[in-house]
Nanobody, 124 residues
Framework: QVQVVESGGKLVQAGDSLRLSCIIT????????TGWFRQAPGKEREFLGR????????YIADAVKGRFTISRDTAKNTMYLQMDDLKPEDTAVYLC?????????????????WGQGTQVTVSS
């Protein structure tokens, strides 16, 4: 089994930066990628980006490219989401997930393990 735990969400002001963390533990053999998503009230879960497990290749969705970056500390099995120039529309629950297999990393249905999420609120 794989455990996924996010942390770092809080209330910030527009223009601030914030870094979220995601620790992945347990039976990580076979994990191919980990990803960040967010979900605002009444909206669908939105893909933000992913990082491959073995080669640490990153991909950021166009909607947040230039403001958000993903990185990973392989020694700590921890993935990070660095968010800069935050806007009120970035307010959401941010979720981390891990997947096995080679299916698309942009579709949340392809992820096998999810954290409970961390709330990010951006005030104007």
């Amino acid at each position: 089994q794989v455990q996924v735990v996010e942390s770092g969400g809080k209330l910030v002001q527009a223009g601030d930066s914030l870094r979220l963390s995601c620790i992945i533990t347990g039976s990580t053999a076979g994990i191919t990628a980990t990803g960040w998503f967010r979900q605002a009230p009444g909206k669908e879960r939105e893909f933000l980006g992913r990082i491959t497990w073995s080669r640490v290749h990153t991909y950021i969705a166009d909607a947040v490219k230039g403001r958000f970056t993903i990185s990973r500390d392989t020694a700590k099995n921890t993935m990070y989401l660095q968010m800069d120039d935050l806007k009120p529309e970035d307010t959401a629950v941010y979720l981390c997930a891990a997947k096995r297999g080679i299916s698309s990393s942009e579709d949340p249905k392809n992820y096998d393990y999810w954290g409970q999420g961390t709330q990010v609120t951006v005030s104007s």
